[in-house]
């Protein structure tokens, strides 16, 4: 970036400096939203990290911040670079390197080959421990999630993660078609992944917003939001806006069903929580009941009080004569009409026992006549 830099001349900007419009950028969108999938990677390494709550939090922002810094100076540089605006897609770095080396783009195109070798490892990584955590929920074979001797990782998952990479690659390989395809179906699983990560994260901060955070996301629900509207557009791009948009809609839904067939009839019925689940819903299921029985607690003595009101007043109905009678309603159906009101009353003060109703009965009945309405300070 240095030596680029010393290049970079804002002066002689292109007069095309944008091409496509919304449609371009929509195009080109999901060949850029790789650099942020990395991020999440993190995440996947939870059971091998201490305290992974505070560690991986704080990892998150170091990264995020370490990655704004250095696309924002890529950007800044690319665009003082004397190049069309055609070559950017294709010589973001090679260009910066041949002015900078006084060498050749083809030679400069070999110094892009490290950082894109270097990501290989961290997909293989973060998947490789997917793949151990989804045994410990017996979705996978148990086998794949033994730990390596020596090594303490997960040799098998990393083996399988680097054979189905492989084949993948040499797949594309030998239909160059499926390059962009297969890539562009990861980013659709990548966008919905994120989506629901950020539905998640919102559904904590509502349900079990008492739970103590170690950390705290200084964006708040904002962040959330925001985050999910960005991968929803990058959703939209990708089956809308590519070339073989149906094509990856189709690839998708068929995955998906397949997927779905499997764990409904078969993973299903073996799927139970890791040892690590169980502790981090253990704290969150009882804040939730404790905070649930509040709710109804609070509701009952709400619904008790009106409850008590409205038997009252049918009590007194009965002690000053059948007034439905007299307005021409059949006394034996007021009569059920206020035992059916009577239980609902019971019922809303969620009395289960006979011993309870008996009380409740005793005690309105015990009133005299004159104080069986609904008083002010019934009320």
């Given at each position: 970036m240095g030596s680029a830099a010393s290049h970079a001349s804002f002066a002689t900007l292109p007069d095309d400096g944008v091409r496509g419009g919304i449609s371009a950028f929509m195009k080109d969108l999901p060949a850029?939203?790789?650099?942020?999938?990395?991020?999440?990677?993190?995440?996947?390494?939870?059971?091998?990290v201490h305290r992974p709550v505070d560690v991986l939090a704080h990892g998150h922002v170091r990264a995020m911040l370490t990655?704004?810094?250095?696309?924002?100076?890529?950007?800044?540089?690319?665009?003082?670079?004397?190049?069309?605006?055609?070559?950017?897609?294709?010589?973001v770095l090679s260009r910066g390197f041949a002015l900078g080396w006084s060498i050749s783009e083809a030679s400069a195109s070999i110094f892009a080959l490290p950082p894109t070798v270097a990501t290989l490892y961290g997909y293989v990584l973060a998947t490789s421990s997917i793949l151990a955590s989804m045994t410990k929920s017996k979705l996978l074979p148990a086998e794949l999630g033994e730990l390596h001797v020596r090594h303490l990782s997960h040799s098998k998952a990393l083996v399988l993660t680097s054979l189905s990479s492989l084949a993948l690659c040499s797949l594309a390989y030998g239909v160059p078609m499926l390059e962009r395809t297969l890539y562009a179906i990861a980013m659709v699983y990548a966008?919905?992944?994120?989506?629901?990560?950020?539905?998640?994260?919102?559904?904590?901060?509502?349900?079990?917003?008492?739970?103590?955070?170690?950390?705290?996301?200084?964006?708040g629900r904002a962040g959330a939001v925001f985050g999910a509207l960005v991968w929803a557009i990058l959703l939209l791009a990708l089956l809308g806006f590519q070339d073989d948009s149906l094509f990856i809609a189709v690839v998708v839904l068929v995955s998906s069903a397949l997927l779905s067939a499997c764990y409904h009839l078969y993973a299903k019925h073996r799927q139970s929580l890791s040892p690590e689940e169980q502790h981090t819903l253990f704290f969150a299921h009882v804040a939730f009941r404790n905070k649930r029985r509040h709710h109804q607690r609070t509701k009952v003595m709400r619904f008790g009080m009106s409850g008590m009101s409205q038997m009252a007043s049918l009590r007194s109905t009965g002690r000053h004569g059948m007034v439905g009678a007299a307005k021409g309603v059949p006394p034996l159906v007021e009569r059920e009409k206020r035992s059916s009101v009577i239980m609902k009353a019971e019922t809303s003060l969620n009395l289960n026992t006979e011993g309870d109703k008996w009380a409740m009965r005793r005690n309105v009945s015990s009133r005299s006549t004159d104080n069986l309405h609904a008083t002010e300070e019934d009320r």
């Open positions: 850029h939203a790789r650099f942020f999938v990395g991020l999440e990677g993190l995440s996947t390494v939870a059971d091998s990655q704004c810094a250095l696309g924002t100076g890529v950007f800044v540089i690319t665009l003082g670079v004397p190049m069309s605006t055609d070559e950017v897609p294709t010589s966008a919905c992944v994120y989506i629901a990560s950020s539905y998640a994260s919102l559904h904590m901060k509502r349900r079990f917003g008492q739970l103590q955070y170690t950390w705290s996301n200084p964006l």
